[in-house]
């Protein structure tokens, strides 16, 4: 069935095959690293269909050509930036979480030790160290 079928139509179904399988999962996932995963996987896909594109002809087409090696350059460092934002992202998101207070310093009951004002223990104080 699928063996009449030259070389440059399989990469076109491939490449359109792995451009719909990173769509999908770009789509369907949460985590936002799996989300940059699947954006490459994607971009994959469309590199791959240029690839095809250029190989149509005797001669390759090189503007093609250099389109997917300029393609590839701007993945890498589109990559590269997204796992740094993600990083942030993720830490900033830890930070928020360790710094939240167990009590507002507005909510502290009147007539509170001074202790807790100043950073005194008990010792400091003159009281009875117990």
Sequence with gaps: MLTGL???TWYLMIAAAV???GMVRLLLVRDLLARLIALDVTGIGVLLTLV??????QAPDAVLQALVITGLVIAVAFTGLGAVLIRRIEGARDDDDAAVPDRAPDEQTPGADSEQDHGLSPHDQGGDPQ
């Design 6 to 8: 030259d070389t440059i």
């Design 19 to 21: 451009t719909v399988f």
């Design 52 to 57: 095809a594109l250029a190989a149509r002809s």
